[in-house]
């Protein structure tokens, strides 16, 4: 870069407030952060310190040259004007592009005003001529103007690009009718071919092209209006007459079963159209996967699997493994049409038992299809690779792919297997909390008197088939089940080996609502019944009726659940009475009984 600085004399105030001009310093231009914007700053020779800053305001300059048509339009004229000297055109690129670049400091609006006017007076078709130039310097200048355009206002590239294509085909068909071809020079095809063609040993220009090339179809910035959609106008366009261009060098380069070119720069220019083609295969739907499965570009990208490169290779598998994740069966199916699961395989063995990113990122994908049970590449997988890798155990990837190939045979064999499963668990995801607090709801609600003895209560849905429709394990679940329901009933239902009748209890729970709890005991209107009236056993005057047996317990709780079997205290009170009612002597007791 030239050295923009000029010596200049330096008048200072010295300590008598006199001007003092035996002082020199130097003068420059430059951005300064804390102006926002470039500024005039004037330095002493002595020891650089800075005497003067002052904020350059480009708006009156910008304004000026824009309202000047024919200044931009002379610009343009002589920058494609093919008797324009080679210098004279760089020193104009080189001012466009400053100019293009002092724009960034512009207000929103003033941009805006600034990029339109560009527009239109042609600085688009300017560029296309200039990009076609074999000045390189011209073109990197060139190359940072479209970027600017891109970054400002990427669907007004798009839709010049389309205008200028629909011309072509114009053209292409009044030639075609005169027996005339016509080769299609498009301004996004440069470009592709510039980044193609970057003779950078680090590809600098094709990384900052590629970046564009992907702004550019990235659909997520594209318009749409209730008149037209720019994505679908614009993909249509891209995929018909450009895409062919991007694919080229790779194409160029996967005639065989291992790449014809293999040194770095070669790789590291494919890395980067893998990169932009799996972006496509990401945010673009039927025209890449119609694109891959008639050119068979993913049997191509897999040949670089073979590159001496990792960093080739591992594009080219993060190229497959976007298309798996995508679960689409139209790739599945020519995945496993064309067996282009053989280069990933032959990969992973060449690799060895080496712990590295190769081994980790396949065995990813092979987990992938396990875990989301893609059934159709697992059972491609199993029947065609099983043997080269049934011997990998040291993850259980493989050996799991096994397990759901066999599961998957399992169920096409014996059609009943899947009916089986749902059954079980229907019965598994019934056995909730919620579901048993409705099912202890149900049996306490009913009567005794609807109820047999020795009966088994069995809720209606537990109810099953027949026994030829039932399988064996169906079988055994229900027979446990009614063994224990009929367990839990013996011993509510049983009578208490004291001599006191067991109480029944009917329990209404919900939850969140009080909980009612009733013992009542059903068994004091039956004669000869322990504390019935007219019982020998019975305690007290004949024909009365202990509190033991003709009281209601209620107890009644919120919230929670109460034990079923809870007997009230009154009991135990009762017959601590009796006892002493025997101990007393007989003058007291008829006393007391008086």
Not at 23 to 41: A, D, F, I
Not at 431 to 436: E, H, K, M, N, Q
Request: glycine content about 4%; proline content about 4%.
């Amino acid at each position: 870069m030239t050295d923009t600085r000029r010596r200049v004399k330096v008048y200072t105030l010295n300590e008598d407030r006199q001007w003092d001009d035996r002082g020199t310093g130097h003068v420059s231009s430059g951005y300064v952060e804390r102006l926002k914007g470039m500024s005039l700053l004037v330095r002493a020779e002595s020891d650089g310190s800075l005497l003067l800053e002052s904020k350059i305001n480009p708006n009156t300059a910008y304004q000026k040259q824009q309202e000047d048509e024919k200044f931009l339009t002379d610009l343009f004229a002589q920058l494609t004007d093919e008797a324009t000297d080679e210098e004279k055109r760089q020193e104009l690129v080189n001012f466009l592009k400053e100019f293009c670049a002092f724009s960034q400091t512009l207000q929103p609006q003033n941009r805006d005003a600034f990029f339109k006017t560009l527009s239109n007076m042609g600085i688009l078709p300017a560029l296309e001529v200039i990009l076609g130039m074999d000045d390189t310097q011209v073109r990197s200048a060139a190359t940072d103007i479209f970027s600017y355009l891109v970054e400002y206002n990427p669907s007004m590239v798009r839709e010049f690009v389309m205008q200028e294509a629909q011309q072509n085909d114009d053209v292409s068909k009044k030639l075609t009718e005169q027996k005339i071809t016509n080769k299609d020079i498009l301004l996004i095809n440069l470009i592709i071919e510039h980044m193609i063609c970057d003779t950078d040993p680090e590809l600098g220009g094709a990384v900052q092209l590629m970046g564009l090339l992907r702004t550019l179809v990235d659909p997520e910035n594209m318009l749409a209006t209730a008149n037209k959609t720019e994505k679908t106008e614009f993909l249509g366009f891209f995929y018909k007459h450009c895409m062919h261009v991007l694919t080229a060098p790779l194409l160029a380069n996967t005639t065989e079963d291992k790449p014809s070119k293999d040194d770095f720069q070669t790789a590291q220019l494919l890395a980067l159209v893998l990169e932009l083609l799996t972006f496509c295969v990401e945010h673009h739907t039927y025209h890449i996967k119609n694109y891959i499965i008639n050119k068979d570009i993913l049997r191509r990208v897999l040949v670089l699997m073979a590159s001496k490169h990792a960093f080739l290779a591992l594009c080219a598998l993060r190229f497959k493994r976007k298309i798996i994740g995508l679960k689409d069966e139209f790739y599945n199916r020519y995945i496993m049409k064309s067996f282009l699961f053989e280069p990933v395989v032959k990969a992973f063995l060449n690799n060895g038992s080496r712990y590295n990113l190769m081994n980790s990122a396949i065995i990813e994908m092979f987990e992938f299809i396990r875990v989301e049970d893609i059934k159709s590449l697992t059972a491609h997988v199993i029947e065609n690779y099983w043997k080269a890798l049934e011997d990998v155990d040291y993850v259980q990837t493989f050996k799991g792919l096994k397990l759901r190939f066999e599961q998957q045979r399992e169920r096409q064999d014996n059609p009943k297997l899947d009916s089986m499963r749902s059954i079980l668990r229907n019965h598994r995801y019934r056995r909730d909390a919620r579901t048993l607090e409705d099912e202890e709801e149900m049996w306490f609600n009913t009567d005794e008197d609807d109820m047999e003895d020795g009966e088994a209560v069995v809720s209606p849905s537990d109810k099953t088939k027949n026994d030829d429709d039932i399988m064996d394990p169906i079988s055994k679940f229900m027979e446990r089940k009614k063994l224990k329901e009929s367990e839990e009933k013996e011993v509510l239902l049983k009578t208490n080996l004291s001599g006191r009748q067991s109480p029944s209890f009917k329990l209404s729970l919900s939850s969140g609502t009080k909980t009612s709890l009733t013992s009542q005991s059903p068994s004091t209107n039956l004669p000869g019944s322990p504390g019935s009236p007219g019982s020998p056993g019975s305690p007290g005057s004949p024909g009365s009726v202990p509190k033991s047996t003709s009281q209601t317990a209620a107890i009644t709780t919120k919230g929670g659940l109460v034990g079923l079997v809870d007997y009230p205290d009154d009991d135990e009170d009762d017959d601590e009475d009796e006892d002493k009612e025997d101990t007393l002597p007989l003058s007291k007791k008829a006393k007391f009984e008086s």
